[in-house]
């Protein structure tokens, strides 16, 4: 009985001890001795730690808890150490100043279940030379500025069958799916600069929302709260059902690209005079790419296009629809925009991309979208490659990083009136989305930045002011502006969980 007792004890007492020293470690940025410790976080309930309070909205989630515990601040997620960076000082630091150190990947459960960690630019850590090798292509075959200039026509040309299907709906007086009929444009628009084929219709429904639903489905299953992100091992057993859907619908995606491929590839074999390559696509390219040392082969280039897909299309849609949806509850602003887009473009009849320069106006709304609703609203996780000081607290070796910048977005200490949709505090300012603000890092920043970022602008302000041109818009009837739903709902992307419906009247 006493030796019970005297264990009961001894526990006791280590049990004292120990929160004793998690609650002072974690208060402050050093401890008594002067040596860095852990950034402050919520009380770790024993296994889970902080999975409980992660909940559906992960980002909204840590702001609130950001504002107890800080802007550098710890979560144990089972087995994951996290850090939540919330603040533009603490995203800088990440960001910038300790770059090289923070731009390791931590894959989800989903992306290691289809072995993409180990072939993706995403998910590939920057250290390694398959990273560097992607990135160089990707930057220099689809993304530099001399490739996006020579795509600007395709963009205009797709952008013009977008307004031309909406006249036909206007002309029926029909609501536009807004969601649907923005993604089908930027799907088009991504296919066509990576393989030269339109993979979106707007009238053929079903086939169009497949790879839609599919493309939402990877998000989902990548970004989705997931019990085996936390504890690997329980991996196997699949609880949330995100490895299959990983599975079913990239091979789906997978399929569809090795068709394109294997065409290419017997187009090519078959061609007896070297093919004019100033009309070259990204897979033309990639195919006809001879590295010094490394080899590129097939499974790289329908990874590369996994990744350009994922990352490319859902990103840029969703945020034409945010910018609707926040002008369609704000119609002063809408009408504002309008204003501005008709005095510069009379009658010109097509929005170009050189007019985008002359919408001072219209870029501030994109921006403005951008803070409130940025698309990766905790960027892509990061992981620190080795121990590192973060505004004076230590994040160890293989901590997940996550940059919260729809909480940085809407900290009243850095906008005013962070909830209202004002692009006016953007005018006569330099601040931009192009990672050296850190109070805007939508595209995150350093050499992780997003390298689809001028493509993404382009397209979003080009669509935008298109959509603005040739139409005035209203809500379906029974829906009023104030009340407009903006319900979200997370994926690794942040989707309007009902899709916008609004009716489009020609102007023109
Ligand atoms: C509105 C549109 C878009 C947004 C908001 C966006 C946002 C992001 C963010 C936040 C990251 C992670 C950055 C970091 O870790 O610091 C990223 C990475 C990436 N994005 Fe985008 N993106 C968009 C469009 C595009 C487009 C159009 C493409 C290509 C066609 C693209 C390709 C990529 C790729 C390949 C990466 C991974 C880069 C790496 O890890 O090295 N994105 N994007």
Request: charged share 20%; glycine share 6%.
């Amino acid at each position: 009985m006493d030796i019970i007792s005297g264990e009961a004890l001894l526990l006791l007492f280590c049990f004292m001890l120990s929160c004793f020293l998690i609650f002072t470690i974690t208060r402050s940025g050093r401890n008594s001795h002067g040596a860095f410790v852990l950034p402050p976080g919520p009380p770790r309930l024993p296994i889970i730690g902080n999975i409980h309070l992660v909940g559906k909205h992960p980002h909204r989630s840590f702001a609130a808890l950001s504002k107890t515990y800080g802007p550098v601040m710890s979560l144990k997620l089972g087995s994951l150490n996290t850090v939540v960076i919330a603040s533009p000082e603490a995203a800088r630091e990440v960001l910038r100043t300790h770059d090289q150190i923070l731009s390791g990947r931590s894959p989800t459960h989903a992306i290691r279940s289809i072995s993409h960690q180990d072939a993706s630019l995403i998910w590939l850590p920057s250290s390694s030379a398959r990273w560097r090798l992607f990135r160089r292509l990707s930057v220099t075959q689809l993304l530099s500025p001399q490739r996006i200039e020579a795509t600007k026509a395709l963009r205009v040309n797709k952008v013009k069958e977008l307004v031309s299907f909406i006249s036909e709906s206007s002309d029926r007086e029909e609501s536009v799916d807004i969601s649907r009929v923005s993604f089908i444009t930027t799907l088009n628009i991504i296919s066509n600069v990576l393989f030269s084929v339109d993979l979106g219709s707007y009238n053929a429904k079903a086939s169009i929302n497949g790879v839609q639903d599919t493309v939402n489905s990877v998000m989902g299953a990548v970004g989705n709260p997931d019990a085996a992100n936390y504890f690997p091992f329980l991996g196997f057993l699949d609880l949330q059902g995100n490895r299959k859907t990983m599975k079913v619908c990239t091979e789906r995606l997978l399929r569809v690209f090795r068709g394109f491929i294997d065409a290419k590839i017997a187009e090519k074999s078959s061609q007896n005079n070297p093919k004019d390559v100033s009309n070259n696509d990204f897979v033309d390219n990639l195919l006809d790419f001879k590295g010094d040392e490394t080899e590129l082969n097939i499974s790289d280039i329908e990874h590369l296009l996994l990744d350009m897909f994922t990352a490319g299309t859902d990103t840029s849609s969703s945020t034409l629809e945010w910018a609707m949806a926040e002008l369609l509850r704000n119609p002063k602003t809408m009408v504002k925009a309008q204003a501005e887009i008709d005095r510069v473009m009379g009658q010109k009849g097509i929005v170009k991309e050189s007019d985008i320069s002359e919408l001072p106006y219209l870029q501030a709304v994109v921006k403005e979208t951008f803070r409130l609703h940025p698309p990766a609203p905790l960027l892509i996780p990061r992981k620190a490659e080795s121990d590192v000081e973060i505004l004076g607290f230590i994040v160890l070796k293989n901590t997940q990083v996550l940059v919260n910048v729809w909480a940085i977005g809407r900290d009243p200490r850095v906008w005013e009136n962070p909830s209202q949709f004002e692009p006016e505090r953007f005018l006569g300012k330099e601040i931009d989305v192009r990672g050296r603000d850190y109070e805007l890092t939508p595209f995150g920043a350093g050499r992780r930045i997003c390298p689809g970022l001028p493509l993404a602008v382009k397209t979003v302000s080009l669509m935008l002011a298109s959509l603005l041109y040739s139409f005035d818009w209203k809500l379906p009837n029974g829906v009023d502006s104030e009340n407009l739903d903006m319900d979200e709902t997370f994926g690794i992307t942040l989707h309007k969980t009902n899709p916008l419906h609004a009716v489009p009247v020609k102007k023109h």
